[in-house]
């Protein structure tokens, strides 16, 4: 009667894994989808297999056991959740839909800091995105203290050398040259590292950004603003 017993307990510990192995496999292959999607500029066929995907993850996360030993799991699973409708927000946007992208970018955002704590991560990516969407829309002070969260933020989880951070300076760069500041080069110091962004030589409303960490260059990009 013990065998017995132990064998059916472990079918069904053998079962519950199994089965929360088949939800993060249908919700990964969901994402891969969603993204392929995305490059290929399919947005609204894209938005739905992201969905999918962060739904997936959310189940995965709430029919986890609630002891110590799956926490790390758990977390894992919330943060490609919030990814997921990080890329919602984002898709949104690209496909012209703004204000549904400041909406759900501000949103998942919130709950990212009420889940994972404001340390997380995936609110850099939040910030990063909500900075670009406010950029586009003109809404430069938004813009700039978005972008400024980012850096920040990357700066204290990653430190002055992160490859990454040059996209940070490059975004705030592009809102102070949006916000008018017109003389031939400006300097941003952040730590250990300056953005350049050096107009002398370019046609008019093209812009070289460089990132250095010390003597290091880690990043140029061309800037390129329409001016008004």
């Not at 969905?51 to 490609?80: M, N, S, V």
């Not at 040059?166 to 400006?186: D, E, F, K, P």
Request: aromatic fraction near 12%; proline fraction near 1%; glycine fraction near 8%.
């Amino acid at each position: 009667m013990r065998i017995l017993f132990l064998m059916f307990y472990f079918g069904l510990c053998a079962g519950y894994a199994f089965g929360q192995q088949a939800d993060t496999t249908a919700a990964f292959q969901a994402y891969q989808t969603a993204d392929r999607l995305a490059n290929q500029a399919k947005y609204d066929s894209c938005l739905v297999f992201y969905q999918q995907a962060a739904e997936g993850y959310r189940l995965y996360a709430l029919r986890l056991p609630d002891e110590h030993k799956w926490d790390l799991a758990r977390t894992r699973a919330w943060e490609r959740h919030f990814r997921a409708r990080n890329q919602i927000g984002w898709n949104l946007s690209a496909n012209g839909r703004r204000d549904a992208a400041v909406d759900t970018l501000e949103t998942v955002l919130a709950e990212t800091q009420a889940r994972l704590g404001p340390k997380n991560f995936i609110n850099t990516l939040l910030y990063s995105n909500l900075g670009s969407v406010y950029c586009d829309r003109r809404e430069l002070r938004k813009a700039l203290d978005r972008h400024e969260k980012s850096l920040a933020l990357r700066l204290e989880l990653y430190g002055p050398n992160y490859r990454s951070l040059s996209q940070n300076y490059h975004n705030i760069g592009n809102v102070y040259l949006l916000l008018g500041v017109t003389v031939g080069r400006y300097d941003l110091k952040e730590g250990a590292g300056t953005l350049t962004i050096d107009t002398n030589g370019w046609a008019d409303g093209m812009y070289v950004c460089t990132f250095k960490a010390g003597d290091t260059l880690l990043a140029t990009q061309k800037l390129i603003i329409t001016k008004k």
